[in-house]
C-alpha cells in the first residue's frame, strides 16, 4: 500500500501569514494514464472534508485562490498564501493513483 | 447541486450489523463511483471501499475484506455500505463520498456516526 505522510502534524499561524503543507508519497503518483492523482481536503471542525485541489494543483470551483497545490512524482505542497480565520480545520491529502489513501492530517490553528 | 444524504446515526452492539445509506441527488447517480470513508474519533480519514452503482463493481479495502459489502439500488438512487462482526473499534463516523473524476471525491455525504457498544 500507497503510504502518505505530511508535515507537520500540526501548524500554528498567523492570521494574515503564508502556511505550507508538505505530503510525502511511498512511490511515485504518476499514473500509468501519464496523470498524477493527488488531492487535497480541508475538514473543518463538525463538517464532512471538503476538496481543495485535485491532480496536484487543479483548484476546485468556489475555492478561494490563496490555496495553492503544486508538486510531482512523490513530493507535494499546499500552500495558503495568507491564513484567514476560516481556514482553521484539518487538511488531508489523498492519492488515487494506486488505489487510495490519505494522509495523517495536518491541523492548522490560529496562534 | 449534487447532495449525498446518508442515514441517521446507529448504536450497535458487538458482534451485530450496520447498514448505512446514502442517497445521491442532482447528477446522474449511475455515472460515477461511490465511496466510503470512515474516521474514528478524533482520527484521520481511512478509505473502505467503492462500488460503481451502473455496473454494481466493487473494489473493498483489504483491512475490511470479508466484513465489508457494498450495494446500490439504482430505482431509488442509494449506495449501501454493510459492516458486519462490529467491535468497538469501528466506532466511527461513516462517509459516502462521489469520484466525479480524476481519483478523487467532489461531493461528501453528511456522515453517519456508527456507535458499537456493549
Known amino acids: 500500500d500507497v503510504v502518505m505522510t505530511q508535515s507537520p502534524l500540526s501548524l500554528p499561524v498567523t492570521l494574515g501569514q503564508p502556511a505550507s503543507i508538505s505530503c510525502r508519497s511511498s512511490q511515485s503518483l504518476v499514473h500509468s494514464d501519464g496523470n498524477t492523482y493527488l488531492s487535497w481536503f480541508q475538514q473543518r471542525p463538525g463538517q464532512s472534508p471538503r476538496r481543495l485541489i485535485y491532480k496536484v494543483s487543479n483548484r476546485d470551483s468556489g475555492v478561494p485562490d490563496r490555496f495553492s497545490g503544486s508538486g510531482s512524482g512523490t513530493d507535494f505542497t499546499l500552500k495558503i498564501s495568507r491564513v484567514e480565520a476560516e481556514d482553521v480545520g484539518v487538511y488531508y491529502c489523498m492519492q488515487g493513483t494506486h488505489g487510495w489513501t490519505f494522509g495523517q492530517g495536518t491541523k492548522v490553528e490560529i496562534k | 447541486q449534487v447532495q449525498l444524504v446518508q442515514s441517521g446515526a446507529e448504536v450497535k452492539k458487538p458482534g451485530a450489523s450496520v447498514k448505512v445509506s446514502c442517497k445521491a441527488s442532482?447528477?446522474?447517480?449511475?455515472?460515477?463511483?461511490m465511496h466510503w470513508v470512515r474516521q474514528a474519533p478524533g482520527q484521520g480519514l481511512e478509505w473502505m471501499g467503492r462500488?460503481?452503482?451502473?455496473?454494481?463493481?466493487?473494489n473493498y479495502g483489504q483491512k475490511f475484506q470479508g466484513r465489508v459489502t457494498m450495494t446500490r439500488d439504482t430505482s431509488i438512487s442509494t449506495s449501501y455500505m454493510e459492516l458486519s462482526s462490529l467491535r468497538s473499534d469501528d466506532t466511527a463516523v461513516y462517509y459516502c463520498?462521489?469520484?466525479?473524476?480524476?481519483?478523487?471525491?467532489?461531493?461528501w455525504g453528511q456522515g453517519t456516526l456508527v456507535t458499537v457498544s456493549s
Open positions: 463520498a462521489r469520484d466525479g473524476g480524476y481519483e478523487s471525491y467532489d461531493y
Open positions: 462500488i460503481h452503482p451502473n455496473i454494481g463493481d466493487t
Open positions: 442532482g447528477d446522474t447517480f449511475t455515472g460515477h463511483y
